[in-house]
């Protein structure tokens, strides 16, 4: 698969010392340097998830998401899933686009949208096309 957009969880981003933060911290610079979108989503309620990005990404995460979507309901469907609304607003169909997550909810919401989700792998990088290639699992 080849990813066009990036819809990180912020769970993804939680404990800098652990491997899978650091995964989706070099995923995240890839893709800012490759000029691809980003959007990110979280569960918490719009003023924790915003403390949890000012700490994490300072005054910066408006230059590096193009989305923002906060208390996400990982269980609802249709146009109301996160996914669809984030997917929605990018413009990208579910195809062109990869979840990076560590939140079961998030994981089985990404697979319902019929959105791949990052592996535990490393990452492997094609600059020559500007896309990132990660391997994913489907459902």
Known sequence: MTAQAF???LSAFRGTQAAGAAD???LLDQAIEDGLPCALIS?????QAGEQLRHRFGDTAH??????LTGADFEARG??????VVLDQLGVQPDAALAVTTSPRAIAAAR?????VQASKP??????????VMPVTRH
């Open 112 to 116: 319902t949208a019929r959105i791949g």
């Open 24 to 26: 989706a911290e070099r």
């Open 7 to 9: 819809i990180f969880d």
């Open 79 to 84: 146009h109301k899933a996160p996914y669809s």
């Open 43 to 47: 569960e918490l309620p719009h003023d």
């Open 63 to 68: 230059h590096i998401f193009s989305v923002v």
């Open 123 to 132: 990452v492997v990088m094609r600059k020559d096309v500007r896309k990132v």
